[in-house]
């Protein structure tokens, strides 16, 4: 999950790769670094601890100059947060290097290199790559078979970038699980993690393949595939802006996502009804001959799109009346499941990379479901090419770490393939346009639900000094639930967690005192009663009270219970984009409160490509 970007140029290209990993720094931000070789021949290194800014200041004082290099942002995997664990890695002033991912079986290479005299300047699994291709050299190959060899020798998911300074003809690049993509210029050629971090450079972009790797020269680019045939991957011309994503006037990218997910939302169910008719062409063309077959959703998932998941299982079960199961991806994907017949799977993501999702829909290939499908914000991404149906979220691009438009958009979504479903099965056609046009009022009511920003900001002082809290929800409410307390953990770093409000008396009950704010969930459903009776159990222990609540609910404030009123007639299907919307303002005023990173929270990344 670290961001790549690799250069081969006839001018300097050190802005070229500061620019893309500044790009790509999305995928971790704990260190960066750049390496080049300079038309002197020797190879050029900076390396900082930090953000990109941290690796300008060093080539501000210090610049590096060259035609050809690689540059790397990095999320820690192996080896602590230095300057010495930071990409690139170089063997013997000669080979440099970077990667994403991990290589599991570097203990043994790096004991047989230290054999052989290689000396080891960091703890990371990475500089075993430099020294390995290195070491394969002597052989008298060149970097390319060298860099084929190596391949050999990793277990793990990766994907590489490496130069010679005594073959400057080239940058060899491979991936096996990580995402790669070639950029094609004209008598210049790039790679990177992503697009996004090329778009200044190029429009003309060719994906690699799992177990492809590339010759990336000036004059061409050589694909082999995993094995060793010269292959041909389609160029596509992206239309993605090249400007990075403004903020505007937010004071922070996630405040400026929360407020976009009106039009989000409307733009990913935008043309795919049609009166009160879901398009199944939406999914793919092979829509029509897969979803007849489905009964049963089998979904998985990771961090935020988990807990979509969490609230498509209603949709489902209630809007379409068939089973639904939901998983983490890193559980299934070594589960070894059983699949019932006629089970569609179902991969939710926002990135359509992240590491587990992907490993888990290419094991439910291998294992007899009726289809595999993806819900995606990224159309380019590994996840919506492997998969049989896709439906594309149309969030944009979301820079904040903290997911928030991807969420309320997988909602959306998900709620469409309920209804598309539902539509094929003996659900009431009527049933399925009165859902339909429930959905379609979602992003004016989102808008409204924004109004209460400010009163949040009230409320977030409550928060700003506290250890924990406890988020309660019921039905679809809790994964909505869950995703609150998430939110806040991930960027306030306050420690939340979300319970069904029944389970509390099993357990979290014994937490509750005037020091643990609890927060709860109260749309005007059948569980609303319950959910009171929940509530006073709180109260009756001293806890305080924070309701997001319908205002027909008859919730009154009073000494320890905060209302927060809700828009009012907000059905069943939409209340969990809706009140997902004061959850995620309410971690958003916490986090600012306590002066937190807000955008890139400690520790974490926004594509995760690692297992
Ligand atoms: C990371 C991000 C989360 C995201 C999760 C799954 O943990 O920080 O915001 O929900 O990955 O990512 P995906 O791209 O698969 O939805």
Redesign the pocket.
Known sequence: MCGIVGAIAQRDISEVLVEGIRRLQYRGYDSTGLAMLGDNGAICMRRAVGKVSELERKLEASPCRGRLGIAHSRWATHGGVTEANAHPHLSGERIAVIHNGIIENYESIREELAARGYEFRSETDTEVIAHLIHDLLKQDIDLTEAVRQAMRRFEGAYAIVVFDAQQPDRLVTARIASPLVIGHGDGENFVASGIQALLPVTRRFSVLDEGDMAEVRLDGVTIYDADGNIVEREITVSEQSADAVERGDYAHYMLKEIYEQPRAIADTLSERILGDHVLEAAFGPRAAEILPQVDNVHIV?????YHAGLVARYYLEQGARIPCTVEVASEYRYRNPVVQPGTLFLA???????AD?LAALREARKIGYVATAAICNVAESSLVREADLSLMTRAGPEVG???TK?FTTQLAALGLLGLAIGQRRSVDRRLVGVYARQMQRVPEMVQQTLKLDAQIRVWARHFADKHHALFLGRGPTYPVAMEGALKLK?ISYIHAEAYPAGELKHGPLALVDDDMPVIAVAPNDRLLEKLKSNLQEVRARGGRLFVFADPNTGFTPSDGVDIMTMPEHIEPLQAPLIYTVPLQLLAYHVAVLRGTDVDQPRN?????TVE
């Open positions: 998932a990771c961090g935020t799109s939710i993501s926002q990135s359509g990379e992240t999702t770490v903290a997911s991807a991930e974490l990344a926004k594509s995760v």
